[in-house]
């Protein structure tokens, strides 16, 4: 997608705050940070929402998953964060390129806002 802001992250057309890289995925921090640690963890491929996740794709996502869980254990905060993903705008997602954020370092209320 070329107007696509975290596709251009993927690609490199846009420089980030990068925390982690591999083929599929690519994980930087947010630039407008909710908590001490807000990271974001993006596939390097176009997906717009996670309701467009299928079979075809999905694999993706079980990589991010991985890829938080590394994250989280090299930080020294495995057994404390939060992983939200907003899917629509009424659910606050703003940037149609599908991304997870891992945050960490405060505490979270429940049910989120
Ligand atoms: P969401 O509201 O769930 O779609 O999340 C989008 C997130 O992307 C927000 O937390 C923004 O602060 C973040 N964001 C947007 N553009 C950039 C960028 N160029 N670099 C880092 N974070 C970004
Ligand atoms: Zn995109």
Known sequence: MSDCIFCKIANG???????????????????????PTHILVIPKAHIASASEINASNSAV?????EVLAKIAKENGFENDFRVVNNCGARAGQTVHHL?????SGREFTWPAG
């Open 61 to 65: 996502v079980a990589h991010i998953f």
């Open 99 to 103: 991304h997870f954020h891992l945050m």
């Open 13 to 35: 057309e846009i420089p980030t705050n990068k925390v982690y890289e591999d083929d599929t995925v690519i994980a930087f921090h947010d630039m407008d940070p909710q908590a």
